[in-house]
């Protein structure tokens, strides 16, 4: 049985900065976080493929986050700076086994495994 443990969320002023992590019961071809905004549909925020050890970040996020594996620890990070008022959301981390795509990518349909989500507030 897979477990995804997150945490790492809070409440922080604009352009702060925050580390969310997410720790997988096993190796996992693609790790990824999305984030589902409050009155919103969940979205893609960063994906990345284990295998070429390659990220790949949403439009909004670009230069503010990193995503990061801890191959070792079966873990993904998300470093998120500068963050900003529409960066709150409630955060989830998935993990999947394979790709469709060549690299992995941030869909939602793609992953089969998810975390139980860490909250981000920004004021």
């Known amino acids: 049985h897979v477990q995804l443990v997150e945490s790492g969320g809070g409440s922080v002023q604009a352009g702060g900065r925050l580390r969310l992590s997410c720790v997988a019961s096993?190796?996992?071809?693609?790790m990824a976080w999305f984030r589902q905004p409050p009155g919103k549909e969940r979205e893609g925020v960063a994906s990345?493929?284990?295998?070429?050890?390659?990220?790949d970040y949403a439009d909004s996020v670009m230069s503010r986050f990193s995503i990061s594996q801890d191959k070792a620890q079966n873990t993904v990070y998300l470093q998120m700076n500068n963050l900003k008022p529409e960066d709150t959301a409630m955060y989830y981390c998935?993990?999947?086994?394979?790709?469709?795509?060549?690299?992995?990518?941030?869909?939602?349909?793609?992953?089969?495994?998810w975390g139980q989500g860490t909250q981000v507030t920004v004021s």
């Open positions: 998935a993990v999947a086994d394979y790709s469709s795509y060549p690299i992995c990518a941030m869909v939602a349909s793609e992953y089969n495994t």
């Open positions: 096993a190796y996992f071809y693609c």
């Open positions: 990345f493929t284990a295998r070429t050890r390659s990220p």
